[in-house]
């Protein structure tokens, strides 16, 4: 079964800590994996995609297929990356998004 | 606005209303989506249309009727919902993995 697991509900860190925000994944084929974030008030929007291999915002992660994760890191956190972030997977057949249950980042100064 | 729009952002209604929330986008993509956002359970995933033809219903009550008349809109038609139908509604669409959300209706049952 396709599934995406974000074991962690909340995360709190002080600014300037490093960030590590879980994602596995269940997927049988070669799955396409997104992080996508929620800041508050505002829609949930592509943070970074594993295809991309690109840093947006600080933020990198990297699609590691022996361990079926896709962790969401950032070495210096931030206030302004409080927010919702959810971790997804796509099918390479369609085009449906499968979410994780998301992780509540809080940065405090 | 740019992107994907919805309306209304707000919505109460009873019971035996009838209502209907409404989704635009103009990025020319070819598939449009309509997800659950509860407070307790994670994104879910309602209807996805591809090409004006829906691929996919997750098991939603009848009470949730999408239409999608063309590429660019994308309709759910809400008929006696019941309180726990409280949510947000979240539209999207998508081009080659790229999915942009919509802002979202939040929808209130009483």
Redesign the interface.
């Known amino acids: 079964a396709q599934r995406v697991t974000q074991p962690e509900k909340l995360l709190s860190v002080f600014k300037g800590a490093p960030v590590e925000l879980k994602c596995n994944y269940s997927y049988s084929g070669s799955p396409e994996l997104f992080w996508y974030v929620q800041y508050s008030r505002q829609r949930l929007q592509l943070l970074l995609r594993h295809i991309s291999r690109e840093s947006i915002k600080g933020f990198t992660a990297d699609l590691n297929k022996g361990e079926t994760s896709f962790h969401l890191k950032k070495p210096f956190a931030q206030e302004e990356d409080s927010a919702m972030y959810y971790c997804a997977l796509r099918s390479y057949n369609t085009d449906k998004l499968i979410f994780g249950t998301g992780t509540r980042l809080q940065v405090f100064p | 606005e740019t992107g994907v729009t919805q309306t209304p952002r707000h919505l109460v209604m009873g019971m035996t209303n009838k209502k209907s929330l409404k989704c635009e986008q103009h990025l020319g993509h070819n598939?449009m989506?309509w997800y659950k956002q509860s407070a307790k359970?994670?994104?879910e995933?309602m209807f996805?249309y591809?090409l004006e033809e829906r691929?996919?219903n997750n098991s939603v009550p009848s009470r949730f009727s999408p239409e999608c008349p063309n590429s660019s809109h994308l309709f759910l038609h809400l008929h006696t919902l019941q309180p726990e139908d409280s949510a947000l509604y979240?539209c999207?669409s998508?081009q080659a993995?790229?999915?942009?959300?919509?802002?979202?209706t939040r929808l209130t049952v009483l």
């Open positions: 598939a989506y359970k994670p994104l995933l996805v591809s691929v996919e979240l999207a998508s993995g790229l999915v942009i959300f919509g802002p979202g």
